[in-house]
């Protein structure tokens, strides 16, 4: 991994690995989606809803696919080395089928990451800091093209998020609270959809705008979304400089004009 990934993330918002762990783990993790669902993938009769959302997989072949010396290295280059925690394995699954119904789950807004005392269950919270999130991981486990629900995303839509999340200081705010300013804020932006192959990988900073959308092909979409979590949390003043491109990015975008070079080295390697 050189530096020309880390410049695209400041500026995109994220970076797509091809081939980041083998087809074969894949497709492997694959089946083992289908055996949760109790569905058949060669009876569209039996996909019964628009989504179906599966939680945590820690089988072997989903610990190989979070694990791969791609990703470490990713992870190292985009996080810094020693800031980020192993995942052993994936959770967050919202696969997707061709179906008639809308899937309702379609609006723009970034993740949240954790619930402060009393906070409603159902919508985590976010911070400056992106506490307890280093990344958005998009994990592909079957192939996504334009028609097959990909998700949408909106290109540099991370640096506009910061400005917002400064004035709900430490204490954070929820997703959903937010999710209306945060969708104005990018609407300029212009939109990319996360297509691929089994076995891609999408790594997103974790204030980048990003939404769901409806099925409208013919094969199913299989994918992960899980998060990277920190070994140490994100720091927006160093002392030494030593700023992760994730952290640079929060910084880049509380600037007037969210426009500075990455400088090369900055990342803790």
């Not at 949390?233 to 160093?238: G, N, P």
Request: proline share 10%; net charge negative; hydrophobic share 40%.
């Amino acid at each position: 991994m050189n530096d020309a990934p880390a410049e695209r993330f400041i500026r995109d918002g994220f970076v797509r690995i091809e081939g980041a762990f083998p087809r074969k783990t894949a497709l492997a993790c694959a089946e083992l989606l289908w055996e949760q669902t109790g569905m058949a993938p060669d009876d569209p009769s039996t996909w019964r809803q628009p989504v179906y959302r599966v939680g945590d997989m820690a089988q072997p072949p989903f610990a190989a696919a979070a694990n791969s010396p791609a990703l470490h290295a990713a992870f190292d280059l985009l996080t810094g080395e020693g800031r980020w925690t192993p995942r052993r394995s994936l959770g967050g699954f919202p696969l997707r089928f061709p179906h008639e119904l809308e899937p309702h789950d379609a609006g723009w807004h970034i993740d949240g990451s954790y619930l402060p005392d009393g906070a409603d269950p159902r919508w985590h919270h976010v911070n400056l800091r992106s506490k307890g999130r280093l990344l958005l991981m998009l994990f592909l486990f079957s192939e996504v093209g334009e028609d097959d629900a990909p998700t949408r995303i909106r290109v540099g839509s991370h640096l506009d998020v910061p400005p917002i999340l400064r004035r709900y200081g430490e204490q954070g705010v929820s997703m959903l609270a937010i999710a209306q300013e945060v969708a104005r804020a990018s609407a300029h932006r212009p939109l990319a959809h996360a297509t691929g192959s089994p076995g891609d990988v999408y790594l997103c900073h974790p204030f980048l705008v990003h939404a769901a959308q409806p099925h409208r092909g013919s094969r199913p979409r299989f994918m992960a979304q899980p998060p990277l979590y920190p070994a140490v949390e994100c720091e927006l003043e160093r002392a030494d400089g030593g700023y992760s491109p994730v952290e640079f990015a929060i910084r880049a975008g509380l600037q007037t004009a969210a426009t500075a070079a990455w400088p090369p080295g900055a990342a803790s390697r």
